[in-house]
């Protein structure tokens, strides 16, 4: 997992400085948590690209008069990136 921390106060000082995970900004569930999907590169589509283009199959088709998921595309491709892509 991969996750924000916040420290402080800064300028690091072992006595005084202190770090807890940055979960205010969040609203999800898994408070800022999310997976490092390159760990899992041979799943990434099968498990998350691809149902998600498919769930959005009439939306590309009605915008851009293509498709895109696991089934036959006129072009439109959908890639992943984890967070620091």
């Given amino acids: 997992m991969i996750q924000d921390i ?22 999800n569930k898994d408070k800022g948590k999310v ?7 041979d799943r990434l589509y099968s498990d ?7 769930s ?5 088709l009605d915008l851009w008069n293509t498709t895109t998921g696991s089934g036959p595309s006129n072009g439109l491709w959908t890639l992943g990136a984890n ?3």
Avoid at 8 to 17: C, D, E, I, M, Q
Avoid at 35 to 41: K, Q, S, V
């Fill in 6 to 27: 916040i420290v402080g106060p800064l300028p690091v000082n072992n006595a005084t400085t202190d770090w807890r995970p940055l979960e205010y900004p969040f609203t």
């Fill in 35 to 41: 997976r490092n999907l390159d760990a899992d590169i």
């Fill in 48 to 54: 998350w690209v691809y149902p998600i283009g498919d």
């Fill in 56 to 60: 959005i199959r009439n939306i590309t």
């Fill in 83 to 85: 967070p620091f892509s």
